[in-house]
């Protein structure tokens, strides 16, 4: 029986179900080799060669699919088709010829299809080819690049930038999207201005609202009326003329659908309809087309295949009536520069079921599956008929005019099933007017003037941050979530209510990077280098002279800094920040004098715990410190000596600054007191909030709750490192929310603890959630257990937190197979490493056992261990730029 390679075991088993009994498909579990996060795993000395290592957890799958080979000499690679799932096929194809499992007379083939149905499978069976070169080189160069950018870059920023964890190739360039733009929303300076609206009323008793566009017979700018006096004089002008409408003009407008999902859309409509995150919609993604209920997922196309035309088209027929279908399909034109991605679009494999029909039981999938449903029927449907009315009122003597506009829905087409989301809605949407007919009277119902102040560029959301990076053409669609996800797993960035904000450490890499690597942070550079990769995935030129070019100048840039002093690199940042970190005062006098001795100067310094502040030379005579920003933010008021919040029992109360972040403290250190009582401020509490009733409820943890019903010893809530949580003598038992150790009362603080206790201590057999059975493919117990960050599946070593939103009742052990592939298939490097030095236990015993020197592979531990000494770079090399 010919051996079939696939990813996901998931996908192994559809995909079985579909060749039936004659084929064995087996899962690789996602990448099998890797470069190993040491030095000269690219070698640029000898044109670049790359030394691969299989991972620990891919040596039993590489055994098992070398096994079935055993059996049958016939091996067919079916990975994604993708340049990631061309070179998983290459990696197993070079793997198996290295164990002499492929030999000169196995036939090794490639097939793809774009959808996992039965048709699509049948029929990319019959249609068999090598593994494509060109793509799998490209890869490699991607591969390289990412790993020479990581591992020479992020050793120079450790060593210049306390507290800078790693840069990476892309997402160096994607951090200084996102803190470009919170620079700008600082230095932003908004501008007042008014705006007048008159509700108005036909002679038949209809009101609408029409907005002052002309005064004193002149047609107004958006900031023509600049203040309260001005505006009142408009209200006046208004009031005091009678209103007449002078023309009504109704325009036929069409509206078109959009296009049918790729890549990035999908991740920006994900995110602004149910506030998914890239990597959330990607996941949940790649279990619908596991499934084959879509189409491959990552692509930047969004052109159809016509058999799928003609079958939306039916549908649409079927179930809206036939004036809902246009007279011919819709063609939309890709407009990817790759060619070698530009699949398909992203869409349903069956256009006649909705979400309904296919029983989706987890919400995620069946909230995705119906958006990519309704999109994809949206776009081969007929346009939206509309009428937009607009109405101008005058007065007699022409100095007042007024507009008013509306529209109204003639035929809804499209917009019957699908609206796309927007970013950022400023606009009210046009309203729908009443009969209004030329030359009847406007009568005045009242006049209302607004105030309003220009806003600020808003910060990025994933979705937003994903559209800007494709328009620069900056990452690939396999790449985006990936991208988004790095800065944020690094501490660069964090995410607000969706939005994307800088951390101080993104900011001070970007400053660094942008004043000694400025060039790799460069937008037209990073976009140029997709662009050549581009043409080694069309073929189009050598993949190692792209390497050699980036590498020559790139090489020559870090030297450069091997003389860089700390002190210089602080020197300058502060030079490149002070417009923003110290904006000139309206007096004139120095904005870097220190306001606290009036002698020293402020500047940037950075804490052993990464973090940055600003801080006065006179130090230590000085202590002024301020938070790491421009003058006037959140907590700007704390000075050295803390902000006093009041008084108990004549103790001063305050609120202080320290290295670990805001605290409250109880009276003043002395020599007798030389660490008065402190405790920090919980995260998620504003600092502007603190009072002093807040500062003594946390100054009197733990709370003593009430004695414990069986044993009488006292329950008490505090907060911890780990968070809140509630103790009985050795028994702590974790709370979901900070507000709960003020309130939490003895029936539910006894329920919680005996959670904990059922669940086990340190070392006890915690009682799953709940029992799925044997593994389907492996064998073992898959259970689904509660943790201290929320539940997940255990499957041997091998834990997968569950997505948010899904119910560890409802999950299914097909569900939970695909989570424990995806975990299994991302687990780093580094912890192949960090097993080793459990293998000293022989060496322990080697006195004992000294005969055979053939026993001395355990002294193969040093280099074992330098490889886990430079772990840290295995981060900056993982793959996805």
Known sequence: MPVVVVESPAKAKTINKYLGPDYVVLASYGHVRDLPPKDGSVDTENDFDMKWEIGADSRKHVKAIADALKEDNSLILATDPDREGEAISWHLQET????????????????????????????????????????????????????LVGFNLSPVLWRKLPGAKSAGRVQSVCLRLIVEREMEIEAFTAREYWSVKAVLSTPRGQEFEARLTVLAGKKLDKYDIENSTQAELAVQAITSRDLSVASVEAKPANRNPSPPFMTSTLQQEASRKFGMGARQTMSTAQRLYEAGYITYMRTDGIDMAPEAVAAARDAIKERYGAEYVPGS?????????????????????????????????????????????????????????????????????????????????????????????????????????????????????????????????????????????????????????????TIQDRGYVRKEKNRLIPEDKGRLVIVFLQNYFSKYVGYDFT?????????????????????????????????????????????????????????????????????????????????????????????????????????????????????????????????????????????????????????????????????????LMLLNLPREIGAHPEDGEMIEAAIGRYGPYVKHGKVYANLKDVEDVFTIGINRAVDELAKKAARGGRGAAATPLKELGEHPTEGGPVNVMDGRYGPYVKWGKVNATLPKETEPADLTMEQAVVLIAEKAAKKPARKTAAKKPAAKKPAAKKPAAKKPAAKKPAAKKPAAKKTAAKKPAAEDAAPEE
Not at 354 to 380: F, P
Not at 453 to 475: H, N, S
Not at 668 to 687: D, Y
């Open 527 to 695: 976009a140029e280098l997709e662009n050549e990769l581009d043409h080694v995935s069309a073929g189009e030129a050598n993949y190692k002279d792209v390497l050699a070019k980036f590498w020559r100048d790139f090489s020559a840039a870090i030297a450069e800094t091997s003389e860089l002093r700390i002190t210089d690199v602080l020197e300058k940042i502060n030079e490149v920040l002070e417009p923003h970190l110290f904006p000139a005062k309206e007096d004139g006098s120095d904005p870097r004098l220190c306001p606290n001795c009036g002698k020293g100067r402020l500047s940037m310094r950075t804490a052993r715990s990464g973090g940055a502040f600003i801080g006065c030379s006179n130090y230590p005579e000085c202590r002024y410190t301020r938070p790491f920003g421009p003058p006037g933010m959140a907590g700007d008021e704390i000075g050295p000596d803390g902000k006093v919040l009041g008084y108990d029992n004549d103790e001063t109360i305050s609120l202080r600054k320290g290295r670990f972040g805001p605290y409250v403290q109880r009276g003043e250190a002395t020599e007798e007191v030389p660490k008065p009582p402190r405790a920090s401020i919980p995260k998620g509490w504003e600092l502007d909030d603190v009072d002093l009733d807040k500062a």
């Open 96 to 147: 198996l010829t290295q164990r002499k499992s492929i030999k000169k007379d196995t036939d090794v083939k490639r097939v793809t299809f774009n959808a996992i149905t039965k048709a699509a499978v049948t029929e990319a069976m019959k249609h068999p080819r090598d593994v494509d070169a060109p793509l799998v080189e490209a890869y490699l160069a991607r591969r390289a690049l990412d790993y």
């Open 329 to 485: 399909p819709r063609i939309y034109k890709n407009k990817a520069k790759n060619a070698q991605e530009a699949h398909e679009c992203i869409r349903p494999t069956e256009m006649t079921r909705d979400a309904d029909a296919l029983k989706l039981t987890d919400s995620d999938q069946r909230k995705l599956y119906d958006l990519i449903w309704k999109r994809t029927l949206a776009s081969q449907m007929e346009a939206a008929r509309l009428e937009r009315t607009t109405v101008e009122i005058a007065s007699n003597d022409g100095q007042v005019g007024l507009r008013a506009t509306g529209q109204v829905m003639l035929f809804d087409g499209f917009m019957r099933v699908y609206e796309e989301g927007r970013d950022d809605v400023t606009d009210e949407d046009d309203k729908r007017l009443p009969q209004i007919t030329q030359g009847e009277p406007a009568d005045k119902r009242a006049v209302n003037p607004e105030q309003h102040f220009t806003q600020p560029p808003p910060r990025y959301t994933e979705a937003t941050l994903v559209k800007r990076m494709e328009e620069l053409g900056i990452g690939r669609p396999s790449t985006y979530a990936s991208i988004v996800t």
